[in-house]
């Protein structure tokens, strides 16, 4: 179900998370470690990393940033309990399960 709401909702970041599977796990694995409600921030980079990293470092905050993308990745809308996560999560597991099945050409 967040699949398909991702392909429909968020086409670019669902594009993203099949065609790029080191950014998807790196915001995945963000997402389930957060607690509902909480902000998320990635951790700073070094001062000596390169042009390449800080790129990445720019759009996985602005990814972060993007409105109600962690609610739904994390499963919030499916989940009663504030302190568990939803069965309905797309992690970095059910992502490379759905990449399989929905490749882009």
């Given at each position: 179900m967040i699949w398909v709401?991702?392909?429909?909702?968020?086409?670019?970041?669902?594009?993203?998370?099949?065609t790029d599977p080191d950014r998807s796990a790196q915001l995945l694995?963000?997402?389930?470690?957060?607690?509902?409600?909480?902000a998320i921030v990635p951790l700073g980079l070094p001062e000596d990393a390169s042009d390449t990293d800080k790129v990445r470092h720019i759009a996985l905050t602005a990814l972060l940033a993007t409105p109600g993308l962690t609610p739904l990745l994390r499963g919030d809308p499916f989940t009663g309990d504030e302190d568990t996560h939803s069965p309905a999560c797309i992690d970095t597991d059910a992502s490379e399960w759905l990449r399989r099945l929905t490749p882009i050409d």
């Open positions: 709401v991702m392909m429909s909702e968020y086409p670019q970041i669902w594009k993203m998370l099949v694995d963000l997402i389930k470690a957060s607690k509902k409600g909480e």
